[in-house]
Each structure stands twice: as C-alpha cells, then as structure tokens.
DNA sequence: CTGTTAGCGCTTTCAA
DNA sequence: TTGAAAGCGCTAACAG
C-alpha cells in the first residue's frame, strides 16, 4: 500500500468533521448544485475550518488532465520566447490554466526528449523548435498532441501554428529602406539552423528580384546582442548604407559599437531591427523594426491550444479535432530614428522631374504669408511652405526652449535648416540663442562659464512666445517672447518682427527678422564663452544652423574662406553650398550696426551675428538693444559680386514690406525704451 | 466510478503485452535493480511497443510529489525575474524537477492566493513578492511550505530565503561616484511600496551619513525604461552630478534621454544602474552597474528548496528542517563608461598635497627615456610615466588605425592628450593623421571627399607599426611605419622619431617628432576637406587632441585667439589652459619650413601643423616629404614672450638630443629620397 | 526475484 | 438529494 503521507487535509477528513460523505464534499468544492444548503454549508465550513485544499494531483489523476500546459522553448533567456511565455500565461491566467516551462537549452537534440517529458506532466502542448529538423518533428508531434508550434510549419501533420509572417517583415523593411534611397544593403543574418532566418534570407532574396537596383550582402551573425556587436565592423566593411538585422538584440549589438566609434547612425548607415522588444524605443538613436506583438504570439498560442483541448474534451476519443485556423501574423513597422535617408555621398542622381511644381516666384500676386498652424505658424507661398515657427515649448529644457524657425526651405524646396542634430544636439533652426544672459543660457547644451568651464544642467533659461499675431494682411509676424532665467524670473521681454518677402526679381525669397530686447527689471548683461574664457567662441544672438551639403564655402565682403569670415564684420557673408549638381546660398546681411560674425563651415555649418564677440554687452534696465537681420535665399551660387549687390536690394525691399522698419533708420545698438 | 479516458497507455497494458504484473513493469520503469534481465528486457521491449509512457500525475498522487516547483513573480516582463526564472530551471533541470510559472501581475492582493494555488500544484514554491506586505508573508508563508524567498526576509519565521544584499550595492555603487569626485546625488527611485527600494533607499541614508559633504536628492520614479525616460528631466533638474538609478532599466531610460538631449554621459552627469542586465555592456555608454547575479539568485532559490524538500523527504513529518543557511548575494561593482569624474565645473578644490611626490626635474641625472611594455612604449622619467605609444592595431577600421601617443602628461601630472572623445570619436591623443591620401583616409570617421561630401566606410587606410626601437640608450624611438590603403596596398612607408626630453632649465618637458614620409611605387598626392571643396577644413598631418580644460587660449607669433591661429604660419603655437588654480601650456613648434596650423580652441582644443591647408600636396614616386614637429609642454601660463623664447631653446636642444637631427638643418618640405 | 494488493485523493456513476 | 463505491495509473509493502 502507498505511504506518503502527505501533510495535506483531504477530503475524507472534511467528510467526516461534517459529517457527510466524500462525494458530498466533492459536489461542494465543485460548487455543483444539487446539495443541499445547509449541508453544503456545512462542508464549507469544515473545509475552511480544516484548511482544506483539494489536491490537483489526485483531481488530475481522476479528471484525466490537470489544467496546465507545457511551453517549451531553446532559450529562456532570449526576450522572445519570455514574450512569448509572458502572453502565454497572461491569456491562460483567466482559465485557470497554469504554464510548465521547459528550456531545450544547450541540448538541441534532446528537444523532442524535453518536450515529450514535458508534455506528460500537461494537458497539452506549446512548443517552440526553431532548431529541430523537420523530420524530428515530424516523428515528435504525433507523440505530444494536442500541441501547437510557434514558428514551425510542418505540412502534411495538421498541428496548429502560431507563425509571424517574417517574408512580410522583411518586405516591409526593405521598402523602408529603398524608398529612404538605399540601395546597398546588408542582411546580418540569425544562426543558420533557425527556421525564422531561413524565411527572412528568402524574402531578402525576393525583395533583390523585386528591386532591379538592389544589392544585398549578408553577414553570417546569430541571434544575440553579443553576435550584433561582433560583427559590426565586418558590416561597415560591406559599404551597405542600409542594414537588416535579424533581430533587436543584434541591432542593439550593432548600435552599441557603432556609438562607440562613432560612426552615424542614420546618417552614416540605416540600421532596422526585427520584434520591437521594449528596449527597442529607447535605444540611441531609437530602433526601427518590425514589431512582432511577441506577447500576443504567446496569447494566440494559448487560444489554439485552448480551443483544441475544448475540442477534445467535447468530443472525446472522436477523430481528430478541425484544425484551428491559424493566419500568419503580421510584423508591423515601427519608424524610428536609427533609419534615414540614405548618405548624401551614396545617392543616386535625382532626375530633374522632381524638381517640378515649385511656384514660379515670378507670378504676380504671388505673395509669402504667414498663417496660424496646430502647432506654430507657417509662412507659405501659394502652397509651397517656406518656413515654419515654433513655440519650442515641447523642447527639453536643457536645450533652453524657445521658439525658433524649423525647417526653412529655399524655393526650390532645399532645406536650409537643422534641428537637433548630433553635433550640437541643441541647435534648433533658426533662433536667438545667448549661451549668457547675466548668467543664464539661452544657447542650450554646456556653456562656458567663467571660472566653471563648459557646463551642463544649472543655469537654462526659456524664451516664452507670449503671443504671436500675423500683420499687414500677413507679411509680418509679431511675436512677443519673453526671456525667463532658470528661476523663472523674466530677464528680457523681445518684441520679434519675422517678415517673409518674395524677390521674384531675383528668384529668391527673403527673410527679415528684427528683435528689440529690452531689459527688464535690472541690468542685463550679455556674454559668450569668449568672454568666459574661451576666446574664439564668440558665439551667441540670432544663430542659423544649416544642414551639411556636399560642398560649403563662406564669402565676406573681407574675403572668403571660414577662417577669414570668422569674426569679421564685413556687412553681409554668404554661405554657399552644393548639392550634388545643384547649389544654394544664405546671404545673412546685418542691416544696421554691424556685430562680428560667428561662422562655422568646417565642422558643421552656422552662422550668425554674435552679440559678445569679445567684450559682454550691457543693456541698461528700462533701455532696449536692437538686433536686425535680413537673410535671403537662393537657389543658385552666389559669388562675392552678387553677394554685395542682393545685399542691398534685399535690405530695402525687406525694409519697404515693414521687415525692419518698426526699428527705424540704422541707430546705436543700445537705444531708449519706447514703449 | 471515474470515467476519464486517457489517451495514453497505461501500466495495466504493458504488463499484460510482457506477461508480467503491474508491479514489475513499474520497477523496471523505474530502474530498480531486482528485476530478471530477460524479464526486464522483455517489459521494456512491450513498454517500447505500445509507446507506454508513466503518467506523471498518477506516479505524482502515488509517490506523494510531483517533481515540480512553482515560482510565482509580480512580473514576468520584467528582466530580472525572467533571469531568475532561467537560473532556477537551469538548475532544477539536472534533478528533473519542472517550473510552474504564475503571475501575480496586476493583481497584488491576489498574491497570496496564486501563491496558494501554485503550491497547490507542486512540491515547494519559490516566491518573489516584493510589494506584499510583511503580515500578508507571515499568514501566507505556513501554508506554503516548503518555500523559499526571494529577496524578502520575514523575521521570526524560518522561510529560507536568497537576497541580494543591496545596501551593500548602494555602498560600491557610492564609494566609486564620491572617489570619481562627485559629491551631488540623486537616487532615481524604485516603486514606493518595493522591498529592494526600502533597502536601497536605506543604504543611502546611511551612505549620507558616511560622506560628510554628500548630498544626494531623490527623485521618485519607478522599475521600468519608460519610468527612467519620463524622469530624466527631473533627474537633470536636481543638479546632480552623480545618478544612482533603482536599476538599470530605469538606467536605460535615463540614457535614452539624456542622448537624445544630447547631454554627455559621463561628462556631464555620471549614471549608474543595478542589477547587469545583459544589454548594460552595450548601452551608450556601456552602463557602471552593481551586479547582481540574476540567475544565479534563481539558482540558489533552487538549491535552497531542493534541500528542503529533500531534507523532508528524509525525515518525513518530522519536525522542521534546519533553515538552510541563507547568505546575503553581494552585489559586485562593475565599472563601465557610464560613470566619469566630476565635471570640472562642479569639481571642489583639491588640497595641493596632492600635487607632491612629482619628479624634480632639476635633479641631475633624470633622464626621459623609452622602454618597451607589454602594449606598447612607455617614456618615462624616474617612475614617473610621460607618455604611451601605441600601436593603434587595436582601433576600430572606420577610425584608421594609426600608432599614437596617448596618454601623455605633464611633468605635474596633467592629462595632454583626450582619445576618442564624444565629439569626435576618431581622435586618438598625438598621431599622424592625414583625411586623404590618394583618396585614402588615414584621418577615420567621416571625410569630406570631393563630389561626395563627407563619407564614411569606403575608404580608411591603416598605419602599421612594422617595427619599433628605442635608440640611443632610450632617448628616441625609432619607429618605421607604413601607409595601407583600404585594399592593403602599400602607400607610404613613414620613418618616426619621437625624442623626449627632460627641459629641467625650464621645469618642462620637450616632445620630438620628426617624420619622413615616402612614396612608394607611385606618386603620393595628400589632401584635406579644404581643398575637396570646404574651405576652412584643411586639416590633416600631425595632429593634437587635448582634452577640454576650465579655460583655453591660443597665442601664435601673429596674435592671439583661435581666429588669428587658425591658418597662421607663425613657427610657433601655444595653447595655454587652466585647470582650476593650476595652468598648463602646451607648445608647438615647426622648426622646419612652416605649414599652416589648423587650431580648435572653441569646440574642442586641437592643433597641429597642417599638409595641405589649401592646396594638395605630391610627393612624387620614390622622394619623399619630412615632418617635424616639436612640442613643449609646462605646467604653467606662458605667454607669448616666453613662448618665443622657449621656441628657440626647446628645438636646440631637442636638436641636440637627435630629435630632429636625423633630417639635417632646415630645408625644402620636398626633398631627394636617402636611402 | 516476482506477483498481489492496498492505497495516494478525488470524481462520478449508480442506487437509494 | 445523498452515500457508497469504483476507479484514474502508479507505487511499494508484503507475501511468496
């Protein structure tokens, strides 16, 4: 006779201490019906009194299944299959079902060993093989019904099958990437047993026949953070601009050595992953990927499993239950940041078709307006944007919020400003940034602080667009932005004039921009890193950062090259620059006064008039300071000569729209106020 | 009487195809060792036949066990207890145990009862609990035995337990961001109601108490990414200058942030996480964390309740088992890049006690010589290390490879040279590094190449070190390098010079290099983003990368400031930099014919003479183009008399010593090939 | 060494 | 509506 005396209560004691039968205390755990109240009142209070918990194994034993199911997996400790096992258990949860786990680990070959003895213990079975031979299955599965596969299909034996269509994935990745202008890609592939790598290997080899252009190259890898780091050089070494990983962890392994020396991404190399594990958001720069809902593949797996064991139960012993449908599931596209147009360096020409439907500036009546938006206000021409005004208010505050122009595009739709970029994450477009106003920075980012070199975190301050409103039908706006320290106490209220002019004369268009800050409350005194310490860093007031081009040249009316405009106060200095075959200019002209210019064409390209070059600026509370400045776009290259003589063309007809003519006539920097 | 019809053969059978009875067959299936062979042989073969496998829960109800432990976690999307998870069905898989899985999730009060139901099923249960509260434990955990905690300890009840002893994590993690210098805080906090946050949180009270001027502010936030993304404005907000994050997914999270924002970790803020997850050596930076051995704690749990249960079986009914001993898991600090020394800005002042012990170079004697380590050449003076050259094999491709000086260091100590910086990863300290050779880069990162813009991947050259000696009883070390191009064609073979000299006259030290560049079998053409169309960018020779410093100015014969420097052919440059109280300068000297310098002072500080400024450079097949440089460097503010004067002594005397002299006097930068 | 048999604790049929 | 009892499939004590 068995011994194990188990420490549990069972249900004859309950039967006896109320005095009932065995079956009885039975119905009423059950909670069947046909018992009496009082009785089964009874039995309650007995069972609680005693503790009783009905043993699962003996349930089991006698109901022929014990309400548990099985998982099997390789590897516990790849984010996918705990995914998997997380969306599992949570669907199975409400039916009282729990999961056995079960890791084939290193025994590849004892996979079907694993799962066999797994599956005893359970009522059925969900099991992940990516590694087994197919035959292996083929020999394993009848032995484990009811049972169903993640990412297996093995036709001929109807077992249901939860699988992500990976061909769909990798598809839309690639068009991902070829509509961004990548044509060299590389596939960076997962272990080569794996059923799921083998898929994506043939839709890459689809996705190269569907695009006549395209080159793929791939990169033997694996399937962790560890294989994707390993293997980084080797993929620079292919000159893909685009790559595929084959999952998240190897991208992550990629980004994480890519960062580390340095290389671009994306705009050295475009960089998607597969699955969209959590991490996935919050990687530098954020992954794109097709997202595999993992969890929810656990959750569907239940679903089959469960239909298939209600099946079964129904009908017992009767043939085989219709196998459950199970549709492919569809990786969705997550955009993110590690993707982007291809290089500059790598594109392909554009054929000028492209370049058609611009507005013909010359149109009479044609006229740029400023017009109120969801998120800032536009200025516009016919249907074509020019530039856009934000508030800034959704900027960190590191960054020193404040409203800025971004993107600013010639007529002929080039960009000419950046935002964000990697070098100097807090240059936003065009915008009047003071790294130091009576000791607070409007510039963003670390500053250079006297007796405190470049410094981060303690001293930003914010410029708050109070209100904005469009004049003169438009061709003005007037904002009025005022400047808080990092206390929140206002330092400078500015009163902003931004006028938008076409130039159909000369195919350009014109930006004036007119700021008097005038001081509050107290003194205020402007500086820069120059006068901190740092000489050459003059930097600070009304700054234009422009995105790279192929090619970019500064003229001065002092002569031409960086190290010339640099510092120099020649009235006007155009930045020239190439775009493959086509060119565009910024012809930045101070109209009044002239402040040294702070230029930038070597190592990123900016400009700007610099209100502290080498001595602090100093406004008087209760005066004002005046800062003007009159940009013009091109779509062509200027040289020196037609530098100097749009400058002037352009002031005037900037000054005549109202552009800068609030101010007045040219005057000393530091005026009186008017109110 | 049950009904239950199993699919599965059963015992009954088997005897009956063997001929033998139930009891026999289940010896056999068990291995017991008192069956006849040929008997034995003969159930095997009918178990075979009717592919009998024992049912698990008969044998489960029969031996009183099931071999099967339950581990019941708040999460099991959460890293840690998916670690957990591995480790322990890792190591219960030997023993032939299973893991029940179940999720208390959302449902906190409910953790008692899935706790419950899980035992229910199994032998023992191992239980991560953190959020229950301690009474809720106390009236739980009888009713589970045998169970085993993870990372909570009930006092009184003799539950084994494994726990991470995370004040100790606190310490380490603390010790090492107070000897980085930092002495503001923030403790990015766990969830309120969390067991490990109390103890963390503990930790840094006490640790409070520790450091007398440490000042730590804690930000609430949670366990997850997105909870350390959502916080890290706050985080920035508190101004401190040292992060302790609950772990390192919060970690994760405050990185994300702060790279998008574009703060520098460690530069600016030093972060430190929790727990090591696998991703943590590959954030950006790779995270300092406070190991915890995750699966390993699953493990023990294992080990711990594999004893109990055994020790109950042994003695079954007896009284309780001797509570497994149950040492705390210590936490082992491993440091990465994420946590760097104070920023200078918030450094305090060091006691000038710790300046002592430096060589006195006036004593006679003391000689600066090179000596061969086991990475590389070291120029030492006394015990005092000078500098390192390094080969530079170890450097990624996209940076090319190129032997270097770095570290290198004043006579008082301070740090020269700045390898890989954030800013621009592919400056390595002292190193001949050209953008483009015959469309080859020997610059790394991206180069600006004309017709394509600035270009990554195709094209970085590599500089083998082929062989290296020190000369003349270690005054100078002769080094022949040669120029690979991408193919691994031969370019260049370079003969290198460095001599080091003690200047005790001046309390300096004099670096010597001297370089003679030849063109092998074809003509060498050296150029520069300059004269590939952006002007300004003429970079490229023997270049100097210094690490930032409170305070940096550039003097040149022609004036002073970055804007005089840069492009001037003054035969000297100085950059003078000040480190809190202390100043170092740095001089460079061409004692030859002058190129033009390419300084930085504003962005980043650099400097070196430059090889084609504004226009390329041949060095026709066979001949072959010298480079000379000599550097000063002093612990203290020279102007620019003394830099002349210092010009003029340090090259006669590095002359003297052989630095230079290799190359004879003075003469045309295109010279005649010597053999 | 082998067979017989009494349970392990529960459910469900069947008879009352 | 309730109780008696026959299993569910296996193990182990015990007899032979």
């Known amino acids: 006779m068995a011994r194990a005396a188990k420490n549990g209560t069972t249900i004859a004691q309950v039967a006896a201490a109320a005095g009932v039968s065995r079956a009885t205390v039975s119905r009423v755990m059950n909670g069947r019906s046909t018992v009496a109240a009082d009785m089964a009142e009874r039995v309650r209070a007995a069972a609680a009194d005693l503790q009783y918990h009905p043993s699962t194994t003996a349930r089991g034993l006698s109901l022929g299944r014990t309400n548990t199911v099985a998982l099997v997996v390789p590897d516990l400790g790849n984010p996918m299959f705990q995914q998997i096992l997380r969306g599992a258990v949570a669907a199975a949860e409400p039916f009282g079902f729990r999961f056995l786990v079960a890791e084939t680990a290193e025994h590849a070959d004892a996979e079907a060993e694993t799962a066999l003895e797994a599956r005893l213990r359970c009522d059925a079975l969900i099991l992940a093989a990516p590694r087994s031979s197919e035959a292996a299955l083929r020999e394993l599965l009848p032995q484990v019904t009811p049972a169903v596969l993640i990412n297996r299909d093995v036709p001929g034996l109807d077992v249901p099958s939860v699988r992500v269509d990976y061909g769909a994935g990798v598809h839309s990745v690639v068009d991902h990437l070829v509509a961004l202008g990548h044509r060299d890609l590389a ?247 003071v790294p130091d106003v009576n000791g607070t920075t409007y510039w963003g980012g670390r500053t250079f602080v006297r007796g405190q070199g470049p410094t981060l975190l303690s001293n930003q301050g914010r410029q708050h667009a109070d209100f904005t409103e469009a004049l003169e039908g438009g061709a003005t706006l007037s904002s009025q932005v005022r400047w808080t320290d990092e206390r929140g106490h206002d330092q400078v209220v500015e009163h902003r004039r931004l006028t938008g002019l076409l130039l159909p004369e000369v195919e350009a268009w014109s930006l004036g921009w007119s700021s008097r800050l005038h001081a509050q409350g107290s003194d205020v005194v402007i500086g820069s890193p120059a006068t901190n310490g740092r000489p050459g860093a003059g930097y600070g007031g009304l700054f234009w950062r422009l995105p790279f081009a192929d090619e970019a040249t500064v003229l001065t009316a002092d002569g031409d090259s960086e190290a010339h405009a640099h510092g120099s106060r020649s009235p006007w200095i155009a930045v020239v620059r190439r775009h493959g075959e086509a060119w ?64 002037e063309f352009a002031v005037a007809r900037v000054r005549a729209a109202g552009g800068t003519s609030r101010l007045g006539p040219p005057q000393a920097s530091v005026c009186p106020p008017r109110v």
């Not at 930045?588 to 600026?617: E, H, I, K, N, S």
């Open 187 to 433: 596939y960076v592939a997962g272990p080569r047993a794996s059923a799921s790598h083998a898929l994506r290997a043939r839709a890459l080899e689809e996705a190269r026949e569907r695009h006549s252009s395209l080159r793929v190259t791939t990169v033997a890898c694996g399937s962790t953070v560890d294989d994707g780091y390993r293997v980084a050089d080797e993929v620079l070494a292919t000159e893909a601009t685009g790559v595929v990983a084959f999952n998240d962890l190897v991208a992550f392994g990629l980004l994480a050595r890519l960062n580390e020396t340095g290389v671009d991404v994306p705009g050295d190399i475009s960089i998607a992953g597969f699955d969209d594990i959590e991490l996935a958001r919050y990687g530098t720069p954020s992954l794109t990927t097709a997202a595999v809902p993992q969890a929810e593949l656990g959750g569907r797996a239940w679903g089959l499993l469960h239909q298939l064991v209600a099946d079964q139960a129904a009908t017992p012993g009767a043939g085989r239950p219709a196998p459950a449908a199970s549709p492919l599931v569809m990786p969705g596209l997550v955009v993110r940041s590690s993707t982007g147009p291809v290089p500059p360096a790598r594109r392909l020409a554009v054929p000028s078709s492209d370049r058609a439907g611009r507005v013909r500036t010359s149109d009479p009546g044609v006229r740029a307006r400023w017009s109120a938006t969801n998120d800032g206000w536009a200025l516009t021409t016919g249907e074509q944007p020019l530039a856009r005004y934000a508030s800034g208010d959704a900027m960190p505050a590191v960054h020193s919020p404040r409203p800025h122009l971004h993107p600013l595009h010639s007529l002929g739709g080039v960009a000419m400003t950046q935002t964000t970029p990697i070098d100097h994450r807090h240059h936003y477009g065009v915008s009047m940034a």
């Open 584 to 647: 565009t200019t910024l012809l930045l002209v101070q109209p009044g006064d002239v402040d040294p210019w702070f230029v930038r064409v070597a190592d990123y390209v900016g400009a700007g008039p610099a209100l502290a070059w080498d001595a602090t600026r100093r406004i008087a509370a209760g005066s004002s300071l005046d800062v003007e400045l009159v940009a013009v776009v091109v779509d062509r290259r200027l040289d020196t000569v037609d530098a100097a003589d749009l400058t």
